[in-house]
């Protein structure tokens, strides 16, 4: 479970987050949409306790990220695949995530074989393509078997093989009762994966409601999507 | 106490883990075994010298050579602890893994102090055994010491390494940058003692002693720079300047890490 509420967060002069309500409940993919620079990122970072909120607060599990005991026991969250070390091996970038939280090798081995990395595990993670290191990075997640996950743009760099992959994945762990918050920008792809969706632009929360509402009569989440969040395009 | 002790394992499989730790202590056995050389050379001058003028051969003793770049290699390992997480983005895995973010810094420097004592002691011990043994009995100058009394010296320059990792962890933090961070770190250690000399009188000679690089020399209560005048630290002196350098480097790290965003 995943609670924002009245976040806001100013970088200088910038307003990223403005006054940002909404939870992530668990039993659901909760889809994170907006325009770039709408602020899903951001939210993101505040919500893992890695930017801190200029007002408002985050609470995951009902505490702040920063006051869990293990974190990565209760949330599990892919922001950036490419942000690794391209030196290690993927077993070893794993093995040290799991030694910070107490987390057995046994798991280690799991997580490798359920991202289907086992094959390449001993090899340096400079040699992977975008697409392994999603796999890589969810892999992380799943560490701590944690009941929320965050990701950023999971399928950015996949396959086809690979976006199904995820697509399932992120079901069946929402199956689970877990709560899964992921960001996307590809429409078509959250309209298959998620049940709820959360729109935001210029930071802040344009829709919070279930894609079967914002698909009703017919329309695609895509046009939906485009007509809600048309005043909060900052480039075109 | 677990979660430190955790974060802790977890650094020093990191250090592991990265081919550019063994890299850097490749450089520091590839000068140990150039200075070597460099005795071996000095050996080779004096066995050759009329004895009038042997006692202008001067080598420089090994582990002293050893030492400051075992410091160095040491600084730049404890800067590239943090930058390189900084510059892959890595550090966001590791505040989410350890999100107090004076544990992570507790821990780096736990393992980095570790490593700095074990790579300086078994260095800069190995450098002055090998050292003594080609020199042999010939009594050339700085080599005449009983074994026992460079133990100090042994001590001061590990002590020194431990704390330089430190220094480079310190710096790492703060500026983010590996570049930026290994210029701070050697400017700190080489170029500023060249500037103190030239500020007035008593000034300059109080803030000469307290330089990075003639501290081991006072911890171990040597004269500074080898026939040079007698320190100015006391041994306990210099060694709580020392740990100055670390707690001042460690704690402007700390706050630094906590205030900004990853």
Known sequence: ?236 | MTALADAVAAEWLKLRSVRSTYHLVAVIVAVAVAGEVVTWYGVHLWDHQGAARRATVLVTPAEQLTGQIAQLILGVLGALAITAEYATGMIRTSLTAVPRRPALLAAKGAVLATAGLAAGGVSVTASFLVSRMIVGRRPMRFYTAPLTHEIPVLLALTATTAVAALVGLGLGTIVRSSAGAITALAGLWYVLPAFTHLLPGSWSGWLDSVMLVVLPQELAGQPLGYGGPRPLLSPPGAAVVLLAYAAAALTAAAVAIERRDA
């Open chain 1, 1 to 236: 479970m995943i609670e924002v509420q009245n976040l806001t967060k100013r970088y200088g002069g910038t307003l990223a987050v403005d006054r940002l309500s909404f939870q992530v409940r668990p039993g659901q993919v909760t889809g994170f949409l907006g325009p770039n620079g709408s602020g899903k990122s951001t939210t993101m970072r505040v919500i893992l306790g890695l930017d801190s909120p200029t007002a408002g607060a985050a609470r995951v599990n009902g505490r702040r990220y920063r006051d869990l005991e293990h974190p990565l026991r209760e949330v599990g969250a892919l922001l950036d695949a490419t942000a690794v070390h391209p030196g290690r091996s993927a077993a070893s970038h794993l093995r040290w995530i799991a030694r910070t939280n107490g987390i057995g090798a046994g798991r280690v081995t799991a997580v490798l074989r359920l991202a289907g990395l086992t094959a390449v595990a001993g090899q340096r993670i400079g040699g992977f393509s975008l697409g392994m290191l999603q796999r890589l990075g969810i892999a992380a997640a799943l560490l701590g078997d944690p009941a929320v996950l965050i990701f950023d743009e999971p399928v950015n760099g996949l396959d086809a093989h690979g976006v199904r992959w995820v697509r399932g994945l992120l079901r069946e762990m929402a199956g689970q009762g877990r709560a899964v918050l992921i960001s996307s920008h590809l429409m078509s792809e959250m309209q298959l994966t998620a049940e709820r969706v959360l729109i935001v632009g210029r930071g802040r929360l344009l829709a919070d409601t279930t894609v079967a509402e914002l698909t009703a009569g017919g329309a695609s989440l895509e046009d939906t999507y485009l007509e809600l969040t048309e005043g909060s395009v900052e480039y075109q």
